[in-house]
Nanobody, 125 residues
Framework: QVQLVESGGGLVQAGGSLRLSCTVS????????AAWFRQAPGKEREGVSC????????YYDDSVKGRFTISRDNAKNMVYLQMNSLKPEDTAVYYC??????????????????WGQGTPVTISS
């Protein structure tokens, strides 16, 4: 059984930083593209960032460009999201996902993907 588990969420002040981690078990991570999503109360889930499994290309939503960095360590089966210069608008539950599809379509990822349970991030002003 493939399982994804997020960690690293918490409460920080605006302007601070957090590093989210996602551990993948039951599968070899380099088979998959990996992405981070978030969902705020009353909002739809939105794509935040994606990293491909072949070229290593990265993709970012405009709202986080220049502030967030996605990375992966295939040897450890882990995916990371370094979040800097955090804003109250970043408050949400953050989810990691893995897919045999490509990052070019990551905004449409859904039932075909593997998902974690989420880790909450709260940014205070």
């Amino acid at each position: 059984q493939v399982q994804l588990v997020e960690s690293g969420g918490g409460l920080v002040q605006a302007g601070g930083s957090l590093r989210l981690s996602c551990t993948v078990s039951g599968a070899t991570l380099d088979w998959y593209a990996a992405a981070w999503f978030r969902q705020a109360p009353g909002k739809e889930r939105e794509g935040v960032s994606c990293i491909s499994n072949n070229s290593g290309s990265t993709y970012y939503d405009d709202s986080v460009k220049g502030r967030f960095t996605i990375s992966r360590d295939n040897a450890k089966n882990m995916v990371y999201l370094q979040m800097n210069s955090l804003k109250p608008e970043d408050t949400a539950v953050y989810y990691c996902a893995a897919s045999e599809r490509t990052c070019g379509t990551y905004y449409s990822w859904g039932s075909l993907e593997l998902w974690g349970q989420g880790t909450p991030v709260t940014i205070s002003s």
